[in-house]
């Protein structure tokens, strides 16, 4: 069974707006991360955020973890038509496996 | 470095016959897994190896099978394959860092329609 769920399940923006995704999830859990996928492609890894961290940042992307309400967010500043892509987050229980929410479609126009 | 590498990129079974989908990786990885992609779905976990010559079950391992003969492959077997086995597969690759943490680095996908 899915361990994550994204909301929304898309979004639609303009470039140079923030893009906003929540995943929330049911178990406790060691770590959260976040992967983008092109159409087409695999997935990559875009950041990870431990349990016992609050907020973390790389570059353009700021991921927040609330572990007391199960949930996490992924902001993306200032996007970019190629941010276009479906966005993932993933979390580990500790067996070193990952399981997949269902994803965000971002759509960024130009 | 080619990364994790998957062969082929695209098969078309009928209901019955077999095939084997090979993943390969030059990044000395000791974790290596199998994920199946449905649309509307996120990844789901197949099977998985901790390491050379073991095999775990994932989430949805029924119909599959795993071999992990070598450290750089892991291979995905369907010994008889099924319409509902049509799906995009996607193997990864992953090691614990310092802070015994893993990433996973993902092959491009293998497109399988069972007819």
């Known amino acids: 069974s899915q361990q994550g769920e994204e909301d929304p399940q898309a979004l639609s923006i303009q470039e140079g707006e923030n893009a906003t995704m929540n995943c929330s999830y049911k178990?406790?859990?060691?770590?959260l991360q976040w992967y983008r996928q092109n159409s087409g492609r695999g997935l990559v890894h875009l950041i990870l955020?431990?349990?016992?961290?609050r907020e973390k940042h790389s570059g353009r992307l700021r991921v927040t973890l609330d572990t007391s309400k199960k949930s996490s967010s992924l902001l993306i500043t200032a996007s970019r038509a190629a941010d276009t892509a479906s966005y993932f987050c993933a979390t580990e229980r500790g067996y070193s496996t990952l399981t997949f929410g269902k994803g965000t479609m971002l759509l960024v126009s130009p | 470095n080619a990364g994790v590498t998957q062969t082929p990129k695209f098969r078309v079974l009928k209901t019955g016959q077999s095939m084997t989908l090979l993943c390969a990786q030059d990044?000395?990885?000791?974790?290596m897994y199998w994920y199946r992609q449905d649309p509307g779905m996120g990844l789901r976990l197949i099977h998985y190896?901790?390491?050379?010559?073991?095999?775990a079950k994932g989430e949805v391992p029924d119909g599959y099978n795993v071999s992990r003969l070598k450290k750089q492959n892991f291979l995905l077997g369907l010994e008889s394959a099924a319409p509902s086995q049509t799906s995009v597969y996607f193997c990864?690759?992953?090691?614990?860092?310092?802070?015994?943490?893993?990433?996973?680095?993902f092959g491009p996908g293998t497109r399988l329609t069972v007819t």
């Open positions: 190896s901790v390491g050379e010559g073991t095999t």
């Open positions: 990044m000395n990885h000791e974790y």
């Open positions: 178990t406790s859990i060691n770590n």
């Open positions: 990864a690759s992953s090691y614990r860092n310092l802070r015994g943490l893993h990433e996973q680095y």
């Open positions: 955020i431990r349990s016992n961290e």
